[in-house]
């Protein structure tokens, strides 16, 4: 209902091959022109599309803005690239958008298009290898670590890719990567009508893609770039099945775009089956009278702040999203960094989501946050004030590893008094709550003082807070820290529960790529970039072959997005067949979990061909021989190994050791 038809009448499609004036080409032909950009890639070219023009790019094309280096020399301890290098981009000077000077230098170094962090002096921090120093004087470009078979790239041969400002653009099979972009400027900047399927815009120093209305994104990636892979939506936009991770790293300042995926000022809009992860700053973040939007079925997890903003905004359904582990390096505030933040926003229903804090001790624990502070300036009649008012939270689930609060604070703007307060609420109902930490305050709220205008910021424990008429239909559940495990079975089913949908069907999609695929030449259920990838052959069918003959037949390999080509996709010594028998992650190292609590690890499972999932066994039935897993402590979360000081030999022999096992017996 929100969507424009993207019907177009072609005639031939025009080649842009590589090594021509790409430009050229298109200012000779007229608008809404189809246009299929060659394979290899094509550095420096500044694209301007015409109103209804599509760019469709073979297998392997790709638009880069970066030169790439090659030479390198050794001059201790530093490797030294000489120039001339291209400075087409010139040192901003900017301190409203910045914490980190850096950013205003939008030269980025990439290697195998991950991008390296500049330093402003030449020092023992590139010796680390994340970091790299340009020396604009003379020219030269410092990195740490020898560069000899990685590709090394510059950014700064062009000013952006794309450009299709005119309108109803179509883009498909593209890779957009590498721009020293600046001043709040996309490396793909579109105008309204947009179409944009199976794309990659990555490593642009400033914004990856800038949309407008009555667009559709679909099945695209934005990662690694400086400020935020998306920003801009328009009204009647569809986002849907594309990835946003690795954003925000250039040294922007976070307070007014940097993330995932920021949609300010965006009506009638739906995102959905998405996933934002890793993002330095919120994963996905509505702004600015933001209004009747759909945000659905996203996953955001591994951000340094929130899962979700939704700020200086009204009326939009949020549901069935699994926000996980975010808040990595939150804002001070005990309600900044929670997944979830309701800031200045209104009138949201807030209904069957999945909220996790990380179980990391520097993240900020938590559920859903609401901040009101004074921020009239932003008003355009839509949504009033923004007043944090007005919000439904209901039939949601909140897990608290290392418990931490929700409820509300900053602020009383927009009630005069505490009457004012009351009268059109932010409410809490029918929700489930499962902490590590039950006993210590959970909730943040405003009291009566002695006045009416009085408000007392006040701290609540669970009694307190269904005192106050928030949640009294709601569970508050305490548990073990063994409960927070993302390999707990119970926290699987509760997801489902929740929203619907598992973990793994959301995250699937972006971890094997080839789900997206829906060419299949030999019409056996496998897509013919996965045959490819692993060397199958695309003209037969051989579904039920099993090319690494460990007992999964190929078809079942693609299902399970394991390797059809190697017996332990996960390298955890237990094979995929033996984990996919028994319920266990094919594609997830866990050889030291235990799902079913009964001391033995699910290597020592497999050695034993015991069931990982059923408590069966006790350690006095355990045999000596055949276990290669002989010292071990009682279980604990695998990937907290490292601080456990000392393990000890359950079966009693008294030999002790500083990692969890070894492949020798003592």
């Known amino acids: 209902m929100f969507f424009l038809s993207f019907l177009k009448v072609h005639a031939e499609t025009v080649l842009l091959p590589l090594g021509a004036d790409l430009q050229a080409i298109i200012e000779g032909n007229v608008e809404g022109t189809e246009y299929r950009l060659g394979r290899g890639v094509h550095r420096g070219h500044e694209l301007n599309l015409k109103a ?43 301190e409203s958008r910045v914490w980190e000077q850096r950013a205003n230098y939008p030269h980025d170094l990439f290697c195998n298009d991950v991008p390296l962090i500049q330093r402003m002096a030449l020092s023992s921090y590139l010796l680390t290898g994340r970091y790299w120093f340009y020396d604009y004087e003379s020219d030269k470009v410092y990195i740490g670590f020898d560069p000899t078979d990685l590709e090394m790239e ?16 179509t883009l498909k099979n593209l890779k957009i990567e590498n721009y020293a972009t600046y001043n709040l400027t996309p490396a793909v900047d579109l105008g309204p009508g947009a179409l944009v399927e199976n794309c990659t815009v990555s490593g642009s120093h400033c914004i990856g893609i800038r949309i407008s209305n009555n667009s559709i994104i679909r099945r695209s990636v934005f990662n690694h770039n400086g400020l935020a ?28 775009a940097r993330g995932g995926c920021k949609v300010p000022g965006v009506t009638n809009t739906i995102i959905r089956r998405n996933y934002a992860h890793h993002n330095t700053g919120p994963g996905f973040w509505f702004d600015i009278n933001a209004t009747s939007n759909l945000f659905e079925e996203n996953l955001s997890e591994f951000n340094s702040w929130e899962g979700l903003i939704y700020e200086l905004s009204c009326g939009c359904e949020i549901r069935r999203n699994i926000l996980r582990c975010n808040g990595l390096d ?37 559920g859903v946050g609401i901040i009101n502070q004074y921020r009239p300036q932003y008003t355009d009649g839509f949504c009033g004030e923004h007043v944090a008012e007005g919000n439904s939270i209901y039939d949601n689930v909140i897990v608290m590893p290392l418990g931490g609060y929700s409820g509300l604070q900053y602020g009383s703007f927009g009630w005069e008094t505490y009457d004012d307060f009351l009268k059109k609420p932010n409410v809490w109902r029918n929700n489930s709550y499962y902490s590590g930490k039950p006993n210590s305050g959970n909730f943040h709220w405003y009291a009566q003082g002695q006045l009416p205008e009085d408000f007392i910021a006040k701290f609540y424990n669970w009694e307190a807070w269904k005192s106050l008429g928030q949640d009294d239909d709601s569970h508050l559940i305490g548990k073990h820290s063994s409960f927070f495990n993302p390999n707990n079975d119970e926290i699987r089913q509760l997801i489902i529960d929740t929203t619907g949908i598992s973990y793994e069907e959301l995250k699937a999609p972006f971890v094997d790529n080839f789900l997206l695929d829906d060419n299949d030449e030999d019409g056996d259920g496998l897509p013919d970039s996965w045959e490819k990838t692993y060397g199958l052959d695309t003209s037969i069918d051989d579904k039920d072959q099993d090319l690494d003959g460990d007992g999964v037949s190929n078809v079942d390999e693609f299902r399970f997005s394991t390797n059809p080509s190697k017996t332990d996709t996960d390298g955890d010594g ?50 000596l021989n055949g276990l290669n897993m002989w010292l071990k402590s009682s279980v604990i979360n695998y990937e907290s190994i490292g601080s456990v000081p000392l393990w000890s030999d359950h079966r009693g022999n008294g030999v002790t050791m500083k990692v969890p096992f070894n492949h020798d017996a003592p």
């Open 574 to 623: 237990i094979p995929d067949d033996w984990e996919i028998s028994n319920g266990l992650d094919p594609k997830s190292s866990d050889p030291l979990a235990d799902p079913d609590n009964d001391s033995l690890t699910n290597i020592e499972e497999y050695e034993i061909d015991s069931q990982p999932k059923v408590h069966d066994l006790q350690l006095d039935q355990l045999p």
């Open 154 to 169: 510059l950014s700064g041969l062009s000013n952006y890719g794309i450009k299709a400002l005119k309108g109803r653009a």
């Open 52 to 94: 209804g023009d599509s760019l469709i790019g073979e297998d392997g094309a790709v638009l880069s803005g970066a030169e790439l280096l090659e030479g390198w020399r050794f001059e201790a301890p530093y490797w030294v690239h000489d120039g001339p290098h291209s400075k087409l981009i010139p040192y901003l000077d900017d």
């Open 330 to 366: 939150p804002r001070g505030g005990l309600l900044w960094g929670v997944p979830f933040v309701i800031q200045n926003a209104e009138d949201a229903n807030i209904h069957n989501n999945y909220f996790e804090s990380s179980p990391d001790s520097s993240a900020r624990g938590g």
């Open 229 to 256: 892979g998306l920003h801009n939506g328009g009204d009647g936009t569809l986002i849907e099945f594309s990835e946003f991770g690795f954003n925000g790293w250039a040294g922007f300042s976070g307070d007014w």
